[in-house]
């Protein structure tokens, strides 16, 4: 993830606060709104790294045959996360 947790979680509290001064929101208790704000924004702000990690599982699964064709590790790598950044339709 680029940011860190303490990060996200200010900018989750920056975000509820600023919806509640602008109206857009009313919640007796911001700071449970803020914290589902962030997990939220953690979870979304980790696929990417999730992807990254199931991309080496496929290509680990492919090694041998991968070295025996003389596949370039990083091609491959941005052609399967490629592949399933357009089968799970995410937004990187």
Not at 10 to 30: C, D, E, G, T, W
Not at 59 to 80: I, P, W
Request: hydrophobic residues 40%; glycine residues 2%; proline residues 1%.
């Amino acid at each position: 993830m680029l940011f860190s947790k303490e990060y996200v979680g200010y900018l989750a509290k920056q975000v509820v606060k600023r919806l509640q001064a602008n109206h857009f929101i009313k919640s007796a208790a911001p700071e449970k709104v803020a914290e589902r704000v962030q997990n939220c924004m953690v979870e979304e702000l980790s696929l990417e790294d999730r992807i990254n990690d199931e991309v080496r599982v496929i290509l680990e699964a492919y090694s041998d045959e991968m070295r025996n064709r003389g596949a370039n590790y990083q091609e491959m790598f941005k052609k399967v996360k490629n592949e399933l950044v357009r089968k799970y339709k995410a937004v990187l």
